[in-house]
């Protein structure tokens, strides 16, 4: 079951709609580094929250695939032990 999981996200970040997705994520991402119009400490948290959840998105890709990669090693190890 959880190498249909793997399989179905690969399948879906290949798609030409995931990369624009993506696209419009680093767009966004280089957009809200720009520090100067925060006003304040309440708005400097909120941009925070913002860039950590673009981080996770624009990192997801490879998220998923260093899990797909450790799961593949520990299933070859249990099956040599």
Do not use: C, H
């Amino acid at each position: 079951m959880e190498d249909q999981i793997f399989d179905d996200m690969l399948d879906t970040f290949s798609t030409d709609g995931w990369k624009l997705i993506i696209d419009d994520f680093r767009q966004l991402a280089e957009q809200a580094v720009n520090v100067q119009t925060i006003e304040d400490g309440n708005a400097l948290q909120y941009r925070k929250g913002q860039l950590d959840i673009l981080d996770r998105l624009l990192n997801y890709e490879n998220t998923v695939r260093a899990q797909q990669s450790i799961n593949e090693l520990e299933d070859s190890d249990d099956q040599g032990v």
